[in-house]
T-cell receptor, first 111, second 114 residues
Framework: QKEVEQNSGPLSVPEGAIASLNCTYSDRGSQSFFWYRQYSGKSPELIMS????GDKEDGRFTAQLNKASQYVSLLIRDSQPSDSATYLC???????????FGAGTTVTVRA | DTAVSQTPKYLVTQMGNDKSIKCEQN?????MYWYKQDSKKFLKIMFS???????INETVPNRFSPKSPDKAHLNLHINSLELGDSAVYFC?????????????FGPGTRLTVL
């Protein structure tokens, strides 16, 4: 079982719609969760972090965490063409120095 | 000011050659990482150093050898390059290993082995 799993997509949404990205993780003891955005040909950049159950909002982005279900999601409201990118879910497994990444979900926002 | 820089940006070489990629960060971070991103875009950790000490050494061929001369630099040397080594290699840094979720990535080095 992969440590972090995401729907690979691609996810195509119309401009102005909500894009919903999902991520599940295997290690129940994981404590910290992150979303990175990677534009084509560029490097990943951190856009959201979440540590507690519930929702965390930052501008048009909302991260949601449910540790009981081992599930973390990212909502992008009012999607813009500039949101077209691959979104990587990342988790810090316990007793480990690494950051485990999912394979990424590619989002395309069509005008 | 560039936070995490890598050289070269592109590297095209023949099978069997030896090559190095250099990484430098000016953020004052303690921890640095090397990742490999293949054609399917999966980002795989290879190595990590914390204050010049190796703390992550994932299962990679021993043809890959990292070196950290100081905490601002982490280099990657690859011996006897193979076709399967073709990928984008990213260097990253974080304030400390316990803040490994918040990493800053370099621009990447696209390695093509012919």
């Amino acid at each position: 079982q992969k440590e972090v799993e995401q729907n690979s997509g691609p996810l195509s949404v119309p401009e102005g719609a909500i894009a919903s990205l999902n991520c599940t993780y295997s290690d129940r003891g994981s404590q910290s969760f992150f979303w990175y955005r990677q534009y084509s040909g560029k490097s990943p950049e951190l856009i959201m972090s979440i540590y507690s159950n519930g929702d965390k909002e930052d501008g048009r982005f909302t991260a949601q965490l449910n540790k009981a279900s081992q599930y973390v999601s990212l909502l992008i409201r009012d999607s813009q063409p500039s949101d077209s990118a691959t979104y990587l879910c990342a988790v810090t497994p316990p007793n480990d120095y690494k950051l485990s990444f999912g394979a990424g979900t590619t989002v395309t926002v069509r005008a | 000011d560039t936070a995490v820089s890598q050289t070269p940006k592109y590297l095209v070489t023949q099978m069997g050659n030896d090559k190095s990629i250099k990484c430098e960060q000016n953020l004052g971070h303690d921890t640095m990482y090397w990742y490999k991103q293949d054609s399917k875009k999966f980002l795989k950790i290879m190595f990590s150093y914390n204050n010049k000490e190796l703390i992550i050494n994932e299962t990679v061929p021993n043809r890959f050898s990292p070196k950290s001369p100081d905490k601002a630099h982490l280099n990657l040397h690859i011996n006897s390059l193979e076709l399967g080594d073709s990928a984008v290699y990213f260097c990253a840094s974080s304030q400390a290993h316990y803040e490994r979720g918040e990493q800053f990535f370099g621009p990447g080095t696209r390695l093509t082995v012919l």
